[in-house]
């Protein structure tokens, strides 16, 4: 199984601030890399697929990088909804895994 | 959108049927996933299915135990769960793949809210 592990696990930032999220996949997963960001209580929802294309409605302060077995989620001047928690995962092979998460919280 | 039922409290070694009702897009044209989520922390992939039933897969924790299905012609996804273990307590999520197979996949991009199983 491809193992997938993000750092930070926790994040404490200010509104204006840029953050950037690691995500080291176990093994060249190509760019079949997924960035997603959960608020409380909610389902996940999709940010970043295919390593660095940005999903439609969302806002381009969100950027995806990398390839092969190293990714990132850079967030440019942090919103108050930015406040959350993010995920990445791989859809090269199955099973499907995702990073343990990154917990990000107003400082 | 996805609605998910069928949730609760059940005890160990004993079975849950989780159901999904799909509606607002064409479900025979995309593979189905179940992913869950104890409360507070990640997000773990428990199985997927093709758009026309001819593959599924499962994560190690949950094969031979789960099974999924899906009824196209009922827009209905399903996740029969035996055996419960106390370690399968989670919110279950239906999510609806961008693409009709698995493997070398894109993304997810329609959850459902979500149901919580408990087993105590």
């Known amino acids: 199984d491809i193992q997938l592990t993000q750092s930070p696990s926790f994040l404490s930032a200010s509104v204006g601030d840029r953050v950037t999220i690691t995500c080291r996949a176990s093994q060249d997963i190509n760019n079949y890399l997924a960035w997603y960001q959960q608020r409380p209580g909610k389902a996940p929802e999709v940010l ?22 190293e990714f990132t989620l850079t967030i440019s001047g942090l919103q108050p909804e930015d406040f959350a928690t993010y995920f990445c995962q791989q859809l090269k092979s199955l099973p499907i895994t995702f990073g343990q998460g990154t917990r990000l919280e107003m400082k | 959108q996805l609605v998910e039922s069928g949730g609760g409290l059940t ?24 992913v869950r989520q104890v409360p507070g922390q990640g997000l773990e992939w428990v199985t997927g299915i093709t758009w026309n039933s001819g593959l599924t897969d499962y994560a190690a924790s949950v094969k031979g135990r789960f099974t999924i299905a899906r009824d196209n012609a009922q827009n209905s996804l399903y996740l029969q769960m035996n055996s419960l273990r106390s370690e399968d307590t989670a919110v279950y999520f239906c999510v609806k793949d961008i693409f009709p197979t698995l493997g070398q996949g894109w993304y997810f991009d329609l959850w459902g809210r979500g149901i919580l199983v408990t087993v105590s």
């Open chain 1, 48 to 69: 970043i697929y295919v390593a660095s294309t940005l999903q439609s409605g969302v806002p381009s302060r969100f950027r995806g990088s990398g390839a092969a077995t």
């Open chain 2, 11 to 34: 005890q160990p070694g004993r079975s849950l049927r989780l159901s999904c009702a799909a509606s607002g897009f064409k479900f025979d044209n995309y593979a189905m996933h179940w």
